[in-house]
């Protein structure tokens, strides 16, 4: 078998398109999690948009309640 003629490189980074979220360009050396669908978003900014998500609906609840 002949050897090769190319090095592979080591480190490959690729772009992996806009964040769901803040809409800045990913690559996949970033800590990101991929939706149905082909979405795609920074980790922390899908934690910060739960997080968001759980305080309304606290907030809704606690309104519903007291009526």
Not at 13 to 28: A, D, F, H, P, V
Request: charged share 35%; aromatic share 10%; hydrophobic share 30%.
């Amino acid at each position: 078998m002949a050897n090769k003629l190319w090095k592979k490189p080591s480190i490959i980074l690729i772009n992996i398109g806009k964040c769901r979220y803040c809409q800045k360009e990913m690559t996949n050396s970033e800590s990101f999690v991929a939706f149905y669908g082909g979405d795609k978003a920074h980790y922390e900014c899908m934690r910060k948009d739960d997080y968001k998500k759980l305080i309304e609906k606290e907030k809704n609840e606690k309104r519903l309640s007291q009526n």
